[in-house]
């Protein structure tokens, strides 16, 4: 059932039972009421007709026998002096006159008494009586006297009153319920609207939002869904991306691997197939070892990349200008054979780091710049607050702009041919971007073309350098 | 789902309609059959049954009935009562009060009174018609409490042709303590007062004011009066065309 038609629902068992409940009152109480009033007044005139009677038996009494009750025509004189229609009764309950309505039930004369007056409502045709019966003793003649008043009004009061509630009652609901349905749809027309929002998202359509237009929980209810879509948005994107950087990915590696592999495989069937020269052989047997190399180097830094994602890292405090010392010295080689100077220039601090995985870090930063073709290498190093700035900077042919933003990802080379040629694979910035990661910075690159790159990363003090 | 959805949402106004309807049929069955049970019903009420003697009369005697008297404060007292509340009760009499037969003999013995003193024409003893009933103020919410037999009064009307005497008999001692006259040849107001004070054994009294129309005299230090007061209207009655109008009564305010 629609939540409407439940709001509806019981509204009208609400409205219903109140307003039938307090009419039922109403007129029970007020029916009681005007019954008892009626009642009270008839006691009262009966007493005022019974002195009335008394007083004219009191005047006749010289014209009537001793204790015969008096006749037709004297009793129809004292019904004429009364107030409402009357009936006299001998002693013996027989009926001496009455001006009653027909057929009248006089049962009620069985209860009546010196002391006891009985007073009963009675229906004869379509009119009410209010009966009062009583017993009167006069200068030696007893009768029964019983007044009749009409209280047809009082029971045309109460079908009255039932006809005015009827209307007010059906009016009352009527009204309320237009009220209602008009609250009710008001009240779920923003559910209404979430259901569809909710089932537009179901669909698809993650850019589904509700617009916030009240404070109250409907509203509340509203913002938090937009917060869910909003979450959810950002989720599907995010998988979404995670799932065509895994796609470029595989579609990378595999083309990384096809290279090398068309290249072993031409040069290893010109082998295998052709009599060659000896220095033909040797050139094929360079490209093989080569392209081998190369391959070697693309599955060692991918098992390096599926270890950083996968393993839990320790690091641990060392004292700056030791770190780095380690470093340089371990590439003077590297840095001899190539030509290129390194100018280190770092301010003692204590940092928190893994020594490999940062060693692992510098290095193809290091290389990067190398590759670029630099003459000169920066490396400084000095703290900042509760962070210590590393800075690596190279005077190579820098990187566009527009390649900024991409060359973090897996097997992303700005210049490819170049890089292949360099046994380049494109996971060195990857790889140094997943170990800032894992230092609890980032890498940030500054890049101009033809003048060089600067790369600086934020690494976490130590404790022990704090005072330093 | 939806059509099923739909389904319960018809059934559900549906149900509601028919509540609205069927609690209205209720309602208005349950209001007639309580009607009906309360139409249907038969009270009764107990009344004091009269004395039979309610005074020490001795029928072989013929020295009228001792009555017991109101001193002047008592009068007030009653009188307050009387004046204070505007609705009456009729009752049957208690013990000590005069029963219905003695009330009319009392009202009879005053108009002759008046008649002897000039205060009424010998017409108004000759009346058509007598009606009697007893009755005390009684507050309204205090119906049940049980009746003072100080505080009852007969009301005593004398009537016939362009006539009518009413007498308010206090219903303990059997005194007139208010007398209204129609008709032609009633007395003036000071011979009326005169004849009223001295029916009550009220003497002179402290202080005495008289403007033709009305005439009053004050007992108990201004507690007390006795006020007869009188006009006439132009009518076809009485030898001159005028009948007048006599109002004698006590009461615990000045006119």
Not at chain 1, 79 to 103: M, R, W
Not at chain 1, 406 to 431: N, W
Not at chain 2, 135 to 141: A, I, S, T, V
């Amino acid at each position: 059932m629609r939540l409407f038609a439940k709001i509806f629902l019981c509204a009208v068992l609400v409205i219903s039972a109140a307003v039938l409940f307090s009419g039922y009152l109403l007129i029970t109480l007020s029916h009681e009421n005007a019954a008892l009033r009626e009642t009270d007044r008839a006691l009262t005139q009966y007493q005022y007709d019974k002195f009335s009677v008394q007083a004219g038996l009191i005047s006749n009494t010289e014209s009537l026998p001793e204790g015969e009750p008096p006749d037709d025509t004297i009793l129809s004189g004292f019904s004429s002096d009364l107030n409402g229609q009357a009936a006299f009764f001998s002693e013996d309950k027989t009926l001496l006159y009455s001006n009653l309505p027909e057929p009248a039930d006089f049962s009620l004369l069985d209860g009546v008494s010196d002391s006891t007056i009985v007073h009963q409502i009675q229906k004869i045709g379509d009119r009410s009586y209010l009966m009062v019966c009583g017993k009167l003793t006069q200068s030696g003649i007893s009768l029964y006297l019983l007044i009749a008043t009409d209280i047809s009004t009082v029971v045309a009061q109460k079908e009255l009153m039932i006809q005015s509630f009827e209307k007010v009652y059906f009016i009352t609901l009527g009204l309320s319920l237009v009220l209602i349905l008009i609250l009710s749809a008001l009240l779920t027309r923003p559910i209404n609207r979430l259901a569809k929002a909710a089932a537009r998202i179901a669909g698809g359509n993650y850019d589904e939002r509700l617009s916030v237009s009240s404070g109250d929980e409907i509203g509340v209810l509203s913002e938090n869904f937009n917060l869910m879509a909003d979450a959810i948005e950002d989720k599907i994107n995010e998988l979404s991306a995670n799932a065509r950087q895994k796609e470029d990915f595989v579609a990378s590696f595999a083309h990384e691997l096809k290279t090398p592999l068309t290249s072993v495989i031409g040069y290893a069937d010109m082998l295998y197939q052709k009599t060659l020269r000896p220095e033909q052989v040797r050139d094929a047997a360079w490209y093989i070892l080569n392209e081998g190399l190369r391959l070697e180097a693309l599955s060692l830094k991918l098992m390096d990349l599926i270890v950083l994602n996968r393993q839990d890292f320790m690091l641990e405090e060392m004292p700056s200008d030791e770190l780095f010392q380690n470093i340089a010295g371990g590439l003077k080689p590297l840095f001899e054979e190539k030509r290129v100077s390194l100018h280190m220039k770092v301010y003692p601090a204590y940092v928190k780091v893994e020594y490999d995985l940062f060693k692992t870090l510098m290095l193809n930063l290091i290389d990067n710049g190398i590759k670029a073709g630099c003459g000169e290498i920066h490396i400084t190093g000095k703290p900042n607050g509760s962070r210590y700035l590393v800075s690596v900077s190279d005077n190579g042919r820098g990187i566009p702009s527009s390649e900024l933003d991409r060359i973090t990802e897996a097997f992303y080379m700005v210049d490819k041919s170049r890089s292949r040629k360099q046994h380049g694979a494109g996971l060195g910035l990857a790889l140094a971007s997943k170990i800032a990661e894992i230092h609890g910075s980032s890498l940030e690159f500054r890049s101009s073309e033809g003048v060089g790159t600067v790369v600086k990363i934020n690494l976490i003090c130590g404790r022990s350098g704090d005072g330093e | 789902m939806v059509n099923k959805q739909n389904l319960y949402t018809a059934m559900g106004i549906a149900l509601s309609f028919i509540i609205a309807v069927g609690g209205w049929v209720l309602t208005s069955t349950l209001i007639d059959r309580k009607s009906d049970t309360l139409l249907s019903a038969t009270g009764s009420i107990q009344v004091n049954t009269p004395p039979v003697s309610p005074i020490d009369t001795n029928d072989d005697d013929e020295t009228p009935p001792h009555r017991p008297t109101l001193s002047e404060t008592e009068m007030v007292k009653v009188l307050q009562n009387w004046e204070a509340v505007i609705g009456e009760r009729p009752h049957e009499p208690v013990d000590g009060q005069l029963n219905m037969e003695q009330a009319i003999d009392a009202g009879k013995t005053g108009l002759s009174y008046f008649y002897e003193q000039g205060v009424i024409p010998a017409e108004l003893l000759e009346y058509d018609k007598t009606n009697a009933y007893l009755c005390e103020k009684q507050p309204r919410g205090q119906e049940n409490q049980s009746t003072n037999p100080y505080y009852s009064y007969w009301t005593i009307t004398f009537s016939g042709e362009n006539k009518r005497a009413t007498l308010v008999i206090n219903a303990l001692t059997g005194q007139i303590w208010e007398a209204a006259f129609s008709g032609a040849g009633i007395a003036e107001t000071e011979k009326a007062l005169e004849a009223f004070t001295s029916y009550l054994d009220l003497g002179d009294g402290s202080s005495y004011i008289t403007d033709g129309t009305i005439s009053m005299k004050s007992y108990s230090d201004g507690m007390l009066y006795a006020i007869a007061r009188s006009y006439t209207a132009t009518t076809t009655v009485g030898e001159d065309g005028l009948e007048g109008f006599l109002r004698m009564h006590l009461s615990t305010q000045a006119q």
